[in-house]
């Protein structure tokens, strides 16, 4: 995956971790904030935006599967 590509996916989890915090959801974005890392840093390194898109989505994934979501048919 190209840099520009990792910078995107991560502006398009950043919103989704703003709403849990926002909600009050049960999520554990200590590892995320540990990197100090937003999507608007195009001049931090590519392998940056990848833990962070890594870990976003890993943490993103972990309450899916707390809460039993479940696509509808």
């Known amino acids: ?13 950043a919103p989704l971790k703003k709403y849990c915090e ?6 554990d974005f200590e590892r995320y904030n540990a990197l100090a890392i937003t999507p608007f840093q195009v001049h931090r390194s590519k392998n940056d935006h990848k833990q ?7 943490e993103l994934v972990a309450l899916a599967a707390r809460n039993n979501f479940r696509v509808s048919k």
């Open 1 to 13: 995956m190209k840099k520009e590509e990792l910078v995107h996916l991560h502006l398009l989890l």
């Open 22 to 27: 926002l909600e009050g959801v049960d999520c």
């Open 52 to 58: 962070a898109v890594l870990i976003l989505g890993n």
